[in-house]
């Protein structure tokens, strides 16, 4: 593995394999895994996170924080782990392999559809932040999601967020789940390779990868969802998104440390609100803009608009993504969720207080 400070990113093998491990659906194994360390009380205020991609601009404020020193001047110890996908961040947690996750807030609605107890203590987004682009090849075919039947369509991981979202486009169009063929193909390179290859017709991805696709011309934008406006529109309503999200049992046994991190995440959020793009990209890790500098400022700029100033979940926000996921999925559609016990803001309102 390579390391970056404090932050470590899983090798080109680790990828494919976790990719092979979606494909045969083992994330929907993910509610039955034992919680073996989720709910320990911590050692020396020591917190592993994982993320579904700590590179995507959706995560920026994790690495961020870790990068402006908020969570040492919070007395932590933050390791930041990365996922391709946050499916896959969602597994590590159930598993108990970190105390916290950073990926879509929709994952702890289906966890509780699924008998398991995750709730998101900091909403970083109150939109997805994400991207339908359609490839260069099919351009001429996909004019609006009610062109996907048949088509191939790229998602980070099977039982993504991106994989839900594209189903509900599907849906919401006039389709079925069946009429799609969902394939998993990451993000970053591996996406721009599907792409250019055929391998997919169209795809859900975040920045950097957007504008990367963009500028080297293998696909325009279909559906845009990085700002509130793009949400309503395609989603009916702002949907919370990227968030860092724990077991239940174990933020009601470690409040202190909850705390600690929701005031290290929310002073970061609200660092951002107060710089520019430029400014906000000079902070963050230099590999991390891989198509350039002035395409990674660019990729800022354009997602800036998902992020929350506070951390505090939106107030209709749960509601949207209740009826986006019951609109296809057979399990919150027939299970009784509470949407309350998906979210807290008691953190994230002492933070911002």
């Known amino acids: 593995m390579r390391t970056f400070g404090k932050c470590t990113k899983v090798s080109a093998a680790a990828v494919a394999g976790v990719m092979c491990l979606a494909l045969s659906g083992c994330a929907d194994d993910a509610s039955a895994g034992s919680n073996k360390a989720g709910n ?60 916290g996750a950073v990926g879509f807030y929709d994952h702890t609605l289906d966890l509780q559809a699924k008998g398991k107890q995750v709730e998101s203590v900091v909403q970083l987004a109150q939109t997805p932040g994400e991207v ?35 189903k509900y486009l599907a849906v919401k169009n006039g389709l079925t789940t069946s009429d799609i063929t969902p394939v998993a193909v990451g993000a970053g390179q591996t996406f721009l390779a599907a792409l250019q290859q055929g391998s997919i017709d169209a795809g859900m991805t975040t920045d950097p990868t957007v504008a990367q696709a963009v500028a080297k011309d293998l696909g325009t934008v279909l559906v845009d969802m990085r700002t509130p406006e793009g949400s309503r529109a395609a989603l009916g309503g702002l949907y919370p998104s990227s968030s860092l999200y724990m077991n239940t049992s174990w933020v009601n046994n470690n409040k202190d440390t909850v705390q600690k991190l929701t005031n290290a995440l929310v002073k970061t959020l609200k660092w951002m609100s107060g710089h520019s793009p430029e400014e906000i990209a000079a902070k963050m890790p230099e590999d991390y803009a891989k198509g350039g500098k002035d395409l990674y400022v660019k990729s800022i700029a354009s997602t800036l608009p998902m992020f929350t100033k506070d951390g505090v979940m939106p107030a209709d926000g749960p509601k949207t993504v209740m009826e986006v996921l019951k609109s296809f999925n057979p399990a919150v559609k027939g299970a009784s969720v509470d949407l309350e016990k998906t979210y807290t803001t008691e953190f994230a309102k002492k933070a911002a207080g």
């Not at 020193?69 to 390791?79: A, D, M, N, S």
């Open 132 to 166: 339908e682009l359609v490839s260069k090849k099919a351009a001429s075919e996909i004019g609006s999601p009610k062109d996907f039947k048949g088509k191939k369509l790229g998602v980070t991981g099977l039982g993504s967020s991106t994989d839900f979202l594209t």
């Open 40 to 99: 320990e009380a911590l050692k020396g205020d020591a917190v592993k996170i994982m993320v579904g991609g700590l590179d995507k601009v959706i995560y920026l404020p994790v690495v961020l924080t870790q990068q402006l020193g908020y969570f040492e001047k919070e007395g932590l110890t933050v390791k930041l782990l990365t996922e391709p996908a946050g499916v896959q961040a969602t597994t590590s947690l159930v598993s108990g392999d970190v105390q």
